[in-house]
């Protein structure tokens, strides 16, 4: 069974960082593109991230420069590192692959 469970989102300042994880199970990861995804309050889903195999990365032209995607393949585990976080980037953030969702961790970037 295949299961993706994200963790680390929070309140944070603007200008602030977090680090977002998505634990793996049920499925080769290493074997698979993994990507972030982000759903703010009455807008659709957007692609933040996304990171295939030999750790080719591509982002948003939003993020570009301010996040980080990245996988450690022995803990089947994947990461989001944010900084420079805006009040924009408030969302919720899915960890996906495939056709596999995760349930979702809420960024808010407030004062």
């Known amino acids: 069974q295949v299961q993706l469970v994200e963790s680390g989102g929070g309140l944070v300042q603007p200008g602030g960082s977090l680090r977002l994880s998505c634990a793996a199970s049920g499925f080769t990861f290493s074997s698979y593109a993994m990507r972030w995804y982000r759903q703010a309050p009455g807008k659709e889903r957007e692609l933040v991230a996304s990171i295939t195999f030999g750790s080719r990365t591509r982002y948003a032209d939003s993020v570009l420069g301010r996040f980080t995607i990245s996988t450690d393949n022995a803990k089947k585990t994947l990461y989001l590192q944010m900084n420079g976080l805006k009040p924009e980037d408030t969302a919720v953030y899915y960890c996906?692959?495939?056709?596999?969702w995760g349930q979702g961790t809420l960024v808010t970037v407030s004062e």
């Open positions: 996906n692959t495939d056709t596999w």
